[in-house]
């Protein structure tokens, strides 16, 4: 068994769902469920044994002591985390005690378990925790990608206690030598995406003909990795890398927001014409948002070289594949914004909800 944290978030249970769509391997799954977990994505694993679902809380030791106990993991991935920009400069306390008093309590409850397995047991054992390329800060034009020696240069609250978790996690392997890994991903994008990140912000204010409110001039550069293609990486890292190590994932696919808009409106002019005009009519330039980085890029070679993956999907294709879903399950998208889905929830995990 894996113990997978936040696994009813965006990324998370896409990595659930992925993981026992290509193996018979359980999953314990501890989430929160705060505003961004919806376990409504996991309808069609509704009565499978594979999926062992807790809700509960990262800080809470005694939980994790009881669930490493009773269930024995192999592995623990650990997605959990608070990580909108925007939420953490207007509320950077809950960012601090979920990415760094939260990663501290596991890896105390990690290293505890890890402490008293086998030999054999403890060899095997991986602690992956799940990162961002924000921690190394703000390219300029023409600089040279991130790669996993870049100083680190955080300038948000989320990106500064994302950075503050990376340290923690790197420490418990130098000191204690507990086999972490550790991987620093770029924007993910796909389905399942909670609307208050770009993308599917876009796309559901454009279908419902709001305005799509574009930061600054709109030229902040991001590099798009398509989230199965994350998922993808994070098993072959799971399988294959070092412990101590670090790992770039990035999709090699710059884009400025503005771009990301205009792509995203052409496809829906295709997909879901308006009769009213075309989407872009609905682009609206606001104020910037405070230390907004310029741009992010990840050099995803040292990944490649080491672990053969590249990226199965180009930008065109993720975001037609992207843009797609959300057409297809506009149901999906309602009861989030509504709430609806924490009825859902109710219904089906009673208590858990």
């Known amino acids: 068994m894996i113990l997978v944290t936040g696994g009813a978030g965006f990324i998370g249970s896409n990595f659930v769902l992925d993981w026992l769509a290509q193996s018979d391997e359980p999953v314990l799954n501890l989430d929160a469920l705060t505003y961004a977990g919806n376990m409504e994505n996991f309808a069609a694993l509704d009565g499978d044994p ?4 807790v809700h509960g809380d990262i800080c809470d030791r005694a939980l994790l002591d009881r669930l490493l106990a009773e269930h024995r993991p192999r592995a623990v991935l650990h997605f959990a985390a608070e990580s909108h920009v925007d939420r953490s400069i207007h509320g950077p306390a809950a960012f601090v005690r979920t990415n760094v008093e939260g990663t501290f309590t596991l890896l105390e409850a990690a290293r505890a378990h890890w402490s008293r397995l086998s030999d054999a047991e403890r060899a095997a054992f991986r602690f992956h925790h799940v990162s961002t390329d924000e921690v190394y800060g703000s390219l300029e034009p023409g600089e040279p990608a991130f790669t996993e020696t870049h100083l680190y240069q955080p300038n948000s609250p989320y990106s500064a206690s994302k950075a503050a978790s990376d340290h923690l996690v790197r420490a418990w392997f130098h000191t204690y030598g507990l086999p972490v890994l550790t991987t620093n991903c770029s924007n993910n994008y796909g389905p399942f995406h909670f609307p208050e990140k770009l993308i599917p912000l876009m796309i559901v204010s454009a279908l419902a003909g709001k305005p799509l409110p574009i930061y600054g001039d709109g030229l902040n550069v991001r590099d798009w990795l398509y989230v199965k293609d994350h998922c993808s990486a994070i098993r072959a890292v ?7 190590e670090v790992y770039n994932i990035g999709g090699w696919n710059e884009r400025t927001n503005r771009q990301i808009v205009d792509a995203i409106c052409a496809l829906l002019d295709e997909l879901r014409p308006d009769p009213a005009g075309a989407h872009r009519r609905l682009i609206k330039f606001v104020t910037d948002r405070p230390g907004h980085d310029r741009r992010y890029a990840i050099d995803a070679r040292k990944i490649e070289r080491e672990l ?5 999907e180009s930008f065109e294709t993720g975001i037609r594949k992207t843009v797609q879903w959300y057409l297809d399950h506009q149901g999906w998208v309602e009861r989030v914004q509504s709430g609806a889905y924490r009825d859902w929830l109710a219904q089906h995990y009673g208590a858990a909800a």
Do not use: T
């Not at 053969?308 to 199965?312: D, E, F, H, Q, Y």
């Open 238 to 244: 799971l399988a294959g890398g070092r412990p101590g």
């Open 308 to 312: 053969g993956w590249r990226p199965a």
């Open 50 to 53: 594979r999926h062992v679902f």
